[in-house]
């Protein structure tokens, strides 16, 4: 018989390896103190390493703080030079503005990462905002409220839905491409239509229907194999009452 | 078994089963602190032996075929079904009493040095079934050592079908209509203390001797069980009475405590799946202060009263017939979970101070007291209200506590062992080296 010098069990005299947690055995050198520790340090360091694994929200947070230093520092720059080169403020209001609405909807996600509902209103509502500055730093033509915004407001509802159906979605295989397959079929029709109000002032869909009815007709293919492969559950049990 | 509850027996692949009456609450109120996973350790003398022991568990699996099961939802209700794997034996290396994922099975051994744990899921079966499964481990364990045991001692023998009464719900089986339901308990008092960060369960051992123990509760004409429930009310008290005057104030002044009670003593029943109930012993210090002997009395006289078989009755009734309730049954299952949830804490936790399970002086064959040193039992651990429980087995000479804290004090556990020095009981706490 040997002892494992890890988990203490006693194995096998010929065996290679630890059948409780995998430590190999070196017979040779099983009575050498200093190998022993040296096999314990390395244990610990590996149980330390696990335990010391940031958690995802500990992830976000360095990713939040960096893209927020380097959007500061970075609108800081092109403001500064801005300034100094045509001592008033001209193209810089750009680069300042998107920056600024990129890291709010980056700290939204960051802080209400589980709260979809909540980070997506309001991440809508500073993208709106974003589209009507960007609209009246143009010359507001009004682009912005008719087209923009509500452009916007559909990739939104959709991208919504599509997030409450992947979160959903026990088993996660081709469902979920056939559900970002029908989004896409119904941001189409959603933006062909908004587009045709804002350009002849009528609803009118143009090339989003064939779109549609080909997204739908693959999403429908990918959903029957998917579903398919699952056993089928007996009835009587799952309905036992 | 009956017709009616629509299972399938394990030899017909693959079975599957409703959920037993006492199970049938934990699927809804399982968390990742709260996992309602329980664990019961046999330290031996000597290391575990691998071979020996993966041997030992196969023997075990195949006598336990309604174990191998996982836990499925249904539209109404979860149910137990068939998993083909066989359990699981890893090092016992990661946190106590961590939750079984969905796809496991509802048991798993671990393993360190000289200490076999097995660890089992409330919804599966309690404290005893879980006993008599690692009752059979160690027996096959140490019969492949070359033990041997009086006839009948290895209570299973292999190759005959399995009872269906091993794995029927009994609560079913001792159910009796028309009984008036209980009536609801007032609120009762609750630790203080502040929680842990998470993960916030730990846990900690002492050993007492189990001839200073019997004495002790022989000198007060009780029981052992009827002692610690004592001791456990009057560490409350002294909690109860140290608390500052804002706080006491706020504070119920009911203490209570559950005592988990093994109903297969009343009922012959062989179920190896849940089958117990609690009763709650309580003192009232809007009436006063109560001495430790006065505790023991009432005590005493309250656990008589509710161990009742009538009472017992009375108590099954008001679980099983929920149950049976057929608005109840209708009620699609996440709706049902949300209930169950609720009325756990409301009308369950909120109505008691702390739990004491006491697996008493547990029934192995005298001839493994060569072998093994001691076992230790820890119950699930405890919720955000109750904060602290405490486990109790007694195996050769050895009675072990177990305590299952979440909060940042120790202070019930030190006034707890506090108190038993002052009545002449040596208290050691479990050595690092055979810590499960």
Same mark, same amino acid.
């Given at each position: 018989?040997?002892?494992?010098?890890?988990?203490?069990?006693?194995?096998?005299?010929?065996?290679?390896?630890?059948?409780?947690?995998?430590?190999?055995?070196?017979?040779?050198?099983?009575?050498?103190?200093?190998?022993?520790?040296?096999?314990?340090?390395?244990?610990?360091?590996?149980?330390?390493?696990?335990?010391?694994?940031?958690?995802?929200?500990?992830?976000?947070?360095?990713?939040?703080?960096?893209?927020?230093?380097?959007?500061?520092?970075?609108?800081?720059?092109?403001?500064?030079?801005?300034?100094?080169?045509?001592?008033?403020?001209?193209?810089?209001?750009?680069?300042?503005?998107?920056?600024?609405?990129?890291?709010?909807?980056?700290?939204? #996600?960051?802080?209400?990462?589980?709260?979809?509902?909540?980070?997506?209103? #309001?991440?809508?509502?500073?993208?709106? #905002?974003?589209?009507?500055?960007?609209?009246?730093?143009?010359?507001?033509?009004?682009?912005?409220?008719?087209?923009?915004?509500?452009?916007?407001?559909?990739?939104?509802?959709?991208?919504?839905?599509?997030?409450?159906?992947?979160?959903?979605?026990?088993?996660?295989?081709?469902?979920?491409?056939?559900?970002?397959?029908?989004?896409?079929?119904?941001?189409?029709?959603?933006?062909?239509?908004?587009?045709?109000?804002?350009?002849?002032?009528?609803?009118?869909?143009?090339?989003?229907?064939?779109?549609?009815?080909?997204?739908?007709?693959?999403?429908?293919?990918?959903?029957?194999?998917?579903?398919?492969?699952?056993?089928?559950?007996?009835?009587?049990?799952?309905?036992?009452? | 078994?009956?017709?009616?509850?629509?299972?399938?027996?394990?030899?017909?692949?693959?079975?599957?089963?409703?959920?037993?009456?006492?199970?049938?609450?934990?699927?809804?109120?399982?968390?990742?602190?709260?996992?309602?996973?329980?664990?019961?350790?046999?330290?031996?003398?000597?290391?575990?032996?691998?071979?020996?022991?993966?041997?030992?568990?196969?023997?075990?699996?195949?006598?336990?075929?309604?174990?191998?099961?996982?836990?499925?939802?249904?539209?109404?209700?979860?149910?137990?079904?068939?998993?083909?794997?066989?359990?699981?034996?890893?090092?016992?290396?990661?946190?106590?009493?961590?939750?079984?994922?969905?796809?496991?099975?509802?048991?798993?051994?671990?393993?360190?040095?000289?200490?076999?744990?097995?660890?089992?899921?409330?919804?599966?079966?309690?404290? /005893?079934?879980?006993?008599?499964?690692?009752?059979?481990? #160690?027996?096959?364990?140490?019969?492949?050592?070359?033990?041997?045991?009086?006839?009948?001692?290895?209570?299973?023998?292999?190759?005959?079908?399995?009872?269906?009464?091993?794995?029927?719900?009994?609560?079913?089986?001792?159910?009796?209509?028309?009984?008036?339901?209980?009536?609801?308990?007032?609120?009762?008092?609750?630790?203080?203390?502040?929680?842990?960060?998470?993960?916030?369960?730990?846990?900690?051992?002492?050993?007492?001797?189990?001839?200073?123990?019997?004495?002790?509760?022989?000198?007060?004409?009780?029981?052992?069980?009827?002692?610690?429930?004592?001791?456990?009310?009057?560490?409350?008290?002294?909690?109860?009475?140290?608390?500052?005057?804002?706080?006491?104030?706020?504070?119920?002044?009911?203490?209570?405590?559950?005592?988990?009670?093994?109903?297969?003593?009343?009922?012959?029943?062989?179920?190896?799946?849940?089958?117990?109930?609690?009763?709650?012993?309580?003192?009232?210090?809007?009436?006063?202060?109560?001495?430790?002997?006065?505790?023991?009395?009432?005590?005493?006289?309250?656990?008589?009263?509710?161990?009742?078989?009538?009472?017992?009755?009375?108590?099954?009734?008001?679980?099983?017939?929920?149950?049976?309730?057929?608005?109840?049954?209708?009620?699609?299952?996440?709706?049902?979970?949300?209930?169950?949830?609720?009325?756990?804490?409301?009308?369950?936790?909120?109505?008691?101070?702390?739990?004491?399970?006491?697996?008493?002086?547990?029934?192995?064959?005298?001839?493994?007291?060569?072998?093994?040193?001691?076992?230790?039992?820890?119950?699930?651990?405890?919720?955000?209200?109750?904060?602290?429980?405490?486990?109790?087995?007694?195996?050769?000479?050895?009675?072990?506590?177990?305590?299952?804290?979440?909060?940042? /004090?120790?202070?019930?556990?030190?006034?707890?062992?506090?108190?038993?020095?002052?009545?002449?009981?040596?208290?050691?706490?479990?050595?690092?080296?055979?810590?499960?």
């Amino acid at each position: 018989m040997t002892t494992c010098p890890n988990c203490g069990v006693e194995l096998n005299e010929n065996a290679n390896f630890c059948s409780l947690c995998g430590e190999p055995l070196l017979h040779h050198q099983s009575g050498n103190a200093e190998w022993i520790q040296s096999r314990k340090v390395v244990q610990e360091k590996k149980l330390r390493s696990e335990y010391q694994r940031l958690t995802r929200f500990q992830k976000r947070m360095i990713f939040w703080e960096i893209s927020g230093l380097i959007l500061l520092s970075g609108s800081l720059i092109t403001f500064l030079i801005d300034l100094i080169g045509n001592e008033s403020i001209t193209w810089s209001k750009y680069p300042v503005t998107v920056s600024l609405a990129l890291l709010i909807n980056i700290t939204l #996600l960051t802080f209400w990462h589980k709260k979809s509902s909540r980070w997506l209103s #309001l991440s809508f509502l500073t993208s709106s #905002l974003l589209i009507i500055l960007l609209d009246i730093y143009g010359g507001g033509t009004g682009w912005g409220m008719h087209l923009g915004i509500p452009l916007l407001l559909a990739a939104y509802i959709t991208l919504f839905g599509l997030i409450l159906m992947v979160r959903r979605a026990r088993q996660k295989g081709l469902n979920i491409v056939a559900y970002s397959l029908i989004t896409v079929g119904l941001l189409s029709v959603c933006t062909d239509g908004i587009i045709s109000l804002y350009v002849v002032h009528r609803l009118h869909f143009n090339w989003s229907p064939i779109v549609l009815i080909a997204t739908v007709m693959i999403a429908g293919l990918l959903l029957y194999m998917h579903y398919r492969m699952k056993k089928v559950t007996d009835l009587k049990r799952f309905f036992h009452i | 078994m009956k017709k009616d509850s629509g299972n399938t027996t394990p030899e017909s692949k693959p079975f599957w089963f409703s959920l037993d009456n006492a199970a049938k609450i934990f699927p809804a109120i399982i968390t990742k602190e709260v996992t309602s996973v329980f664990r019961l350790s046999v330290v031996l003398k000597q290391p575990v032996k691998m071979d020996v022991l993966h041997k030992a568990v196969l023997q075990t699996e195949e006598r336990f075929p309604y174990y191998l099961v996982q836990l499925k939802q249904g539209f109404f209700w979860y149910y137990l079904e068939q998993l083909p794997r066989h359990i699981p034996i890893t090092a016992d290396e990661r946190p106590y009493c961590r939750q079984f994922r969905k796809g496991e099975l509802l048991l798993r051994i671990l393993v360190r040095k000289n200490c076999v744990s097995l660890e089992g899921s409330h919804v599966l079966t309690d404290g /005893s079934g879980a006993f008599a499964f690692l009752r059979t481990i #160690l027996l096959f364990y140490l019969q492949a050592l070359g033990l041997s045991f009086p006839e009948g001692e290895l209570p299973h023998t292999l190759g005959e079908v399995v009872s269906a009464e091993e794995y029927e719900d009994a609560y079913k089986r001792y159910f009796k209509d028309d009984i008036p339901p209980m009536v609801k308990r007032s609120k009762a008092f609750h630790l203080p203390f502040p929680l842990n960060s998470k993960p916030r369960f730990r846990q900690s051992t002492v050993i007492l001797s189990m001839s200073q123990m019997k004495q002790a509760a022989k000198e007060k004409g009780v029981s052992i069980t009827i002692y610690l429930v004592a001791v456990y009310l009057h560490t409350l008290q002294e909690i109860h009475n140290n608390l500052g005057g804002l706080s006491r104030l706020k504070k119920c002044r009911r203490l209570r405590v559950q005592v988990p009670i093994n109903l297969r003593k009343i009922f012959p029943s062989k179920t190896m799946r849940n089958f117990s109930l609690f009763v709650m012993p309580e003192i009232d210090l809007r009436l006063g202060q109560y001495s430790f002997d006065e505790i023991i009395k009432t005590v005493y006289h309250q656990m008589q009263l509710e161990s009742d078989e009538k009472l017992i009755n009375k108590n099954i009734a008001r679980n099983v017939s929920g149950e049976k309730n057929r608005v109840v049954r209708g009620i699609p299952l996440f709706l049902k979970s949300l209930i169950l949830r609720m009325k756990y804490y409301s009308l369950g936790t909120s109505q008691y101070s702390g739990v004491i399970t006491n697996l008493g002086k547990v029934d192995l064959p005298d001839e493994t007291l060569e072998f093994a040193d001691h076992l230790v039992v820890i119950p699930p651990p405890p919720n955000k209200m109750l904060k602290l429980n405490c486990g109790v087995i007694g195996f050769g000479d050895k009675l072990v506590l177990s305590f299952g804290n979440i909060t940042r /004090s120790n202070e019930f556990e030190e006034r707890f062992l506090l108190f038993l020095t002052t009545q002449h009981i040596s208290v050691e706490p479990e050595t690092k080296t055979d810590q499960p």
